[in-house]
């Protein structure tokens, strides 16, 4: 895939946050070689107030290693 690890986790965070939400802040842990082939995204909100978003997410290969983590903190809209 052409889109950088940091790219896909992105979308995936904000598709865990909602819509509503701006990203404020993103850490990415890289695991390795991504490999070839199709990565796994999955992503989660780990936490959230009346203004903020705490979002965690992953990217995993087909053989299940961890390629890529990261973690998000989103501002809710009219914060």
């Given at each position: 895939?052409?889109?950088?690890?940091?790219?896909?986790?992105?979308?995936?965070?904000?598709?865990?946050?909602?819509?509503?939400?701006?990203?404020?802040?993103?850490?990415?842990?890289?695991?390795?070689?991504?490999?070839?082939?199709v990565l796994e995204p999955k992503g989660w909100v780990e936490r959230a107030?009346?203004?903020?978003?705490?979002?965690?997410?992953?990217?995993?290969?087909?053989?299940?290693?961890?390629?890529?983590?990261?973690?998000?903190?989103?501002r809710r809209a009219g914060d």
């Amino acid at each position: 895939m052409d889109t950088s690890l940091a790219a896909q986790l992105e979308t995936v965070l904000r598709k865990a946050a909602g819509d509503g939400t701006a990203l404020a802040s993103m850490t990415v842990d890289y695991a390795g070689e991504p490999g070839d082939g199709v990565l796994e995204p999955k992503g989660w909100v780990e936490r959230a107030t009346r203004s903020l978003v705490f979002a965690q997410g992953e990217l995993r290969r087909a053989d299940g290693a961890l390629a890529a983590s990261a973690s998000a903190v989103f501002r809710r809209a009219g914060d």
